[in-house]
């Protein structure tokens, strides 16, 4: 597929091209130099240390490696046929003009998710795609909004882009091709801001919605025209899109018997009618006359197809042998394919060297991975995949327990629990029959999983060749009805009236600045849109605690810097952080929450205690454990129930994490606040009550001690 991508570039004139990559597989393919009828010089960056798109563009900005403005950035699975010197010269235009365009996106019209009594969709589209783009026409197309969420209920557009742009057309029927021209400032802001990691995400999202003047970096769009295909092959549903495509010639000159340069001398296909294409070079196939095929279909080199079979819209790779009565139905078959005699194979992707057995039905969706086997009149259910790969690395749900003073027990527990699930996964004849060979492959367990969100499994599903995207896209659909109706519960947890001295009312925000509880106001210096406690929480949790937690304290710190925080935000980010990965049950007694909470102040401690330079660090400690036990969830209800608050907050204080003073601070607060307050309930619990008065009796006997030494020092004085 990359061979495509680097054809596309020697075509349009690139005379220096650099790959990057992680795995040697693509470094060896690359220097096999197959595009010998190029003059582009290929350079491989191969670091394994590389771990997103933004540590490969500052990997890029650190060798100095890109000299030339502007330079072509471009995913390696994009599939284009574009003529891309037009867009060039637009944007080399725009530079000279404002050095603040730094970067084109090339963007494609395939039509938008469109409602009726059936949609429809573009089946380039992941299943995931929900683009929403904000062009200004008046302005070259400059992109004002970029936006790609699938669950996002709404999109904002902030008020001062209506006032400096006549016109804003909000669009969703564009895909975004991949390819971009840039112009050597986009390396310098990816170096500058280190926290940056996806191109479109995050820089292109964050870059648009900036309001001041001065501060914009302009993304422009660039719209295809309608004789141009891009797409991206993101799973395998857009590769057999993709692929269809090709084989019907709506990428031309990119279509079968037009090969990259260099396979012109190994492989030479020919068109014939009804779209069918086959290989002649190699050596002749062999089709049973009773046999139907029919197209847009290929086949490769030395295949046998026996009698009696319906072949439709099947890729058919090299030396693959297809027994008699076999149905293919929108399959591709990647070379040394045996299909045995009655097997009947439905929109799905056999690797190399895979084996189906007389009778069996592989179902649509499925994916067979290399040399393996589906045994004798098996059926594999739609949408599996399979593996020679044996998933040993089964999870332990009780891993995070070890500390507890039953760990003998948990540790018996977690055996047991292990054993089951691995003769539950051993059991693959079922899925394969006895005599196959195989594993079934799911989707990694994620415990962090936002339970609004979809799940690993449905996104795995979705991504599938033959699944109706039309379901999703329905229950999107719906999830955005219901949010303009109904208020959600979860929101009006975050949101309160306010009532001010002038009988105005104003919405408070639990996402605010230092406390969970100011006004919510757009902090100068802040990109707009940016929820600086929920990016903070997320560097957190996505911090590895084999790191130094030195390391942890410099991105924080960048991050504070970047989006005018304060470390108030950094504390309380991360103490919800540090609860999120306690992973707190229902089951789970205070004796055990506090033992969790301990152990990972171990770790955590440090790091609170540094950024916790005064009063208002400390009380925003308390107040993100006041919002975490009152958000709901398994979390929030553990949190609320007595006496834990109690205990986590007593727990803080011996640990030096918070002092006697914030806490006390704290509590005149909720004192003073109206007894319908959400968190009243909470600050009124008993045990709450009992340790606050303890604390207030410990403050009292320390001020009379210091005020009797005085009095004594006085005394001697005398």
């Not at 293919?328 to 045996?338: E, I, P, R, Y």
């Not at 109706?468 to 949010?483: A, C, F, G, T, V």
Request: with cysteine; charged share 25%.
């Amino acid at each position: 597929m990359i061979d495509y991508a680097i054809e596309f570039l020697a075509g349009a004139g690139v005379e220096e091209l650099f790959v990057v990559c992680l795995q040697d597989q693509v470094e060896e393919h690359i220097n096999k130099n197959t595009w010998t009828n190029s003059l582009m010089q290929v350079t491989v960056v191969k670091d394994n240390s590389l771990t997103n798109t933004g540590d490969a563009l500052r990997e890029l900005d650190k060798r100095n490696l890109v000299q030339s403005d502007p330079f072509i950035l471009m995913f390696g699975d994009t599939v284009t046929n574009v003529d891309i010197k037009p867009a060039l010269m637009a944007h080399k235009l725009r530079h000279k003009k404002d050095s603040a365009a730094m970067m084109t996106l090339l963007l494609k019209e395939v039509g938008g998710w469109k409602s009726g009594t059936r949609p429809i969709y573009s089946p380039l589209r992941e299943s995931q795609d929900d683009l929403v783009i904000g062009l200004d026409p008046s302005e070259e197309n400059r992109i004002l909004v970029y936006e790609d969420c699938s669950q996002a209920k709404k999109t904002l557009i902030p008020c001062s882009f209506f006032h400096s742009h006549s016109q804003i057309d909000l669009r969703r029927d564009l895909l975004d091709c991949g390819i971009d021209i840039c112009s050597p400032d986009v390396l310098a802001r990816f170096s500058d801001e280190f926290d940056y990691r996806d191109i479109r995400k995050e820089f292109v999202t964050n870059s648009v919605a900036e309001e001041e003047e001065g501060l914009q970096n302009k993304i422009y769009g660039h719209i295809l025209g309608s004789h141009e295909y891009a797409a991206r092959v993101h799973d395998f549903a857009t590769y057999a899109a993709i692929s269809r495509d090709l084989l019907l010639r709506w990428c031309y000159p990119v279509v079968p018997e037009n090969l990259p340069s260099g396979y012109e001398r190994h492989y030479r296909y020919v068109l014939q009618r009804h779209y069918i294409y086959r290989e002649q070079k190699k050596g002749r196939t062999m089709i049973g006359r009773s046999t139907t095929l029919s197209g847009p279909s290929i086949v490769g080199s030395h295949c046998n197809v026996g009698e009696c079979c319906t072949i439709e819209s099947t890729v058919m790779g090299h030396e693959c042998q297809i027994g008699c009565r076999v149905t293919l139905t929108g399959c591709h078959l990647w070379g040394n394919v045996v299909v045995e005699e009655g097997a009947r194979v439905q929109h799905s992707i056999l690797s190399r060297g895979v084996i189906i057995r007389a009778g069996a039905v592989v179902s649509e969706g499925c994916v067979i991975g290399r040399d393996c086997v589906i045994g004798r009149n098996v059926v594999v259910p739609k949408f599996t995949r399979i593996t020679l790969k044996e998933d040993t690395d089964i999870e332990d749900d009780f891993s995070d327990f070890d500390h507890f003073d039953d760990d003998d027990q948990n540790q018996e527990e977690a055996t047991q629990e292990q054993a089951v699930n691995k003769s539950a996964f051993l059991s693959n004849p079922d899925i394969v029959g006895s005599d196959g060979k195989g594993f079934m492959w799911t989707p990694p367990i994620d415990n962090h999983e936002d339970e609004e969100k979809i799940s690993l499994t449905d996104i795995t599903t979705s991504q599938s060749i033959g699944f109706d995207r039309i379901e999703l896209y329905k229950q999107r659909m719906s999830n955005q009805r219901e949010d303009i109706i109904n208020f959600d519960i979860e929101s009006l947890k975050e949101l309160q009236y306010n009532k001010n001295d002038d009988d105005t009312f104003t919405f408070r925000s639990y996402h605010g600045d230092s406390g969970l509880d100011k006004p919510q106001s757009q902090a100068l210096g802040r990109q707009r849109g940016v929820d600086v406690i929920k990016e903070l929480m997320t560097i957190c949790l996505e911090h590895e605690t084999t790191a130094p937690i030195e390391n942890l304290a410099i991105e924080l710190n960048s991050f504070k810097f970047s989006q005018n925080a304060s470390y108030s935000d950094c504390t309380m980010a991360t103490m919800l952080g540090i609860l999120e990965k306690m992973k707190v049950t229902t089951s789970m007694k205070a004796g055990k929450l506090v033992a969790a909470l301990k152990s990972k102040l171990q770790y955590w401690g440090p790091l609170l205690q540094k950024m916790s330079i005064g009063l208002d660090e400390e009380k925003s400690i308390i107040k993100a454990l006041e919002h975490a036990a009152t958000c709901g969830g398994d979390l929030g209800s553990t949190l609320s129930s007595q006496p834990n608050f109690r205990f986590i907050l007593q727990t803080l204080h011996d640990k030096e994490i918070i002092n006697e003073e914030a806490i006390l601070s704290w509590a005149a607060e909720r004192r003073s606040e109206p007894s319908d307050n959400i968190f009243s309930k909470l600050f009124n619990q008993q045990p709450t009550q009992d340790f606050l008065e303890w604390l207030e009796e410990d403050d009292s006997d320390e001020s009379d001690d210091d005020d009797s030494d005085k009095d004594t020092g006085n005394e001697s004085e005398s």
